[in-house]
């Protein structure tokens, strides 16, 4: 299956989503920032299939790590996600970079369907 970059500042949120991929057979590294993501991505040389981050995160943001990403590694696939209107706002822009942005709350079913159709594209 794929390798998955996840990145979200909230522990419990990683560790749900990560267990989640994990039942699709998906390997997942995890990253608590964008800045944290970014390294993750460099150690890495940019082999993930597909990054999915929040947009709102201390540090460096999912916009600005998205940005960085898709400048380094242009062949990624980068999925976001938020629970605040203001921040899936700012990543109406963002469609030549962004295969989609998850809104939260979201269920389990709808990410792995997002992730699923996100890879196959």
């Not at 039942?23 to 590294?29: E, K, M, Q, R």
């Not at 998850?102 to 699923?116: H, N, W």
């Amino acid at each position: 299956m794929a390798r998955i970059l996840l990145v979200d500042d909230e522990e419990t949120v990683r560790g749900f989503l990560k267990r989640g991929l994990e039942i699709d057979g998906h390997a997942v590294v995890t990253a608590s920032d964008g800045s944290d993501g970014l390294d993750r991505l460099n150690e890495a040389d940019g082999g993930f299939d597909l990054m999915l981050t929040d947009i709102r995160m201390p540090l460096m943001d999912g916009i600005a790590l998205a940005l960085a990403a898709k400048r380094d590694f242009p062949d990624l696939t980068i999925l976001l996600m938020t629970g605040f209107a203001d921040q899936r706002e700012r990543a109406r822009g963002l469609d030549a970079i962004v295969t989609d942005v998850l809104t939260k709350p979201f269920s389990l079913a709808d990410l792995r369907a997002t992730v699923k159709r996100a890879l196959a594209a």
